[in-house]
T-cell receptor
Framework: GESVGLHLPTLSVQEGDNSIINCAYS??????FIWYKQESGKGPQFIID?????DKRQGQRVTVLLNKTVKHLSLQIAATQPGDSAVYFC???????????FGKGTMLLVSP | GAVVSQHPSWVICKSGTSVKIECRSL??????MFWYRQFPKQSLMLMAT?????????EQGVEKDKFLINHASLTLSTLTVTSAHPEDSSFYIC?????????????FGPGTRLLVL
């Protein structure tokens, strides 16, 4: 099912710190997961994805970890920068169903 | 990377009027486009899925007669909010998917902010 919240969780970090944003997904049948970054007033921007046959995937400064046992997804951002300040959404999808289900989002605030 | 545009980026209209929002895939052909609505501090809520040349599939609770979707070509989908009311004020975002593979990445447009007075 969907998880939509009225209050965005917020993570505040200092520039240079590593950030970890967590997401609990709802459908145990989901086998494809994506992290999106959304800056204020803009559309979501693709960051990284992972399929269920993997438990870790790395990109540039970002790492996604997948724990299917507890239906948990995390996004790690190394050396966080002020430009990383945004709302981060995880999204899930399962084979045979063409749409994405978005999580409620986490606001990341990076202070210089 | 794949680019999706939306027009207009923002619109203010009077209650009772209709508003059309365009979504274009600029450098790829989108077999499927999606329309989302997002209220402040909330997540994206899928409104409908449209496949080129066929009728859109609406999510539960979304009025298809109020939110008209047309996907006449592989690069253009339009959303028309008919007889808009203040409660329709929101951020409308489209996304487009190139392939027919179900897990092909969706690319999002920049969004259209609608304010109904």
């Amino acid at each position: 099912g969907e998880s939509v919240g009225l209050h965005l969780p917020t993570l505040s970090v200092q520039e240079g710190d590593n950030s970890i944003i967590n997401c609990a997904y709802s459908n145990s049948a989901s086998d494809y997961f994506i992290w999106y970054k959304q800056e204020s007033g803009k559309g979501p921007q693709f960051i990284i994805d992972i399929r269920s046959n993997m438990d870790k995937r790395q990109g540039q400064r970002v790492t996604v970890l997948l724990n299917k046992t507890v239906k948990h997804l995390s996004l790690q951002i190394a050396a966080t920068q002020p430009g990383d300040s945004a709302v981060y959404f995880c999204a899930e999808n399962f084979s045979g169903y063409s749409t994405l289900t978005f999580g409620k989002g986490t606001m990341l605030l990076v202070s210089p | 990377g794949a680019v999706v545009s939306q027009h207009p980026s923002w619109v203010i209209c009077k209650s009772g009027t209709s508003v059309k929002i365009e979504c274009r895939s600029l450098d790829f052909q989108a077999t499927t486009m999606f329309w989302y609505r997002q209220f402040p501090k909330q997540s994206l809520m899928l409104m409908a899925t449209s496949n080129e040349g066929s009728k859109a599939t609406y999510e539960q609770g979304v009025e298809k007669d109020k939110f008209l979707i047309n996907h006449a070509s592989l690069t253009l989908s339009t959303l028309t909010v008919t007889s808009a009311h203040p409660e329709d004020s929101s951020f409308y975002i489209c996304s487009a998917r190139e392939g027919i593979v179900l897990q092909e990445t969706q690319y999002f447009g920049p969004g259209t902010r609608l304010l109904v007075l």
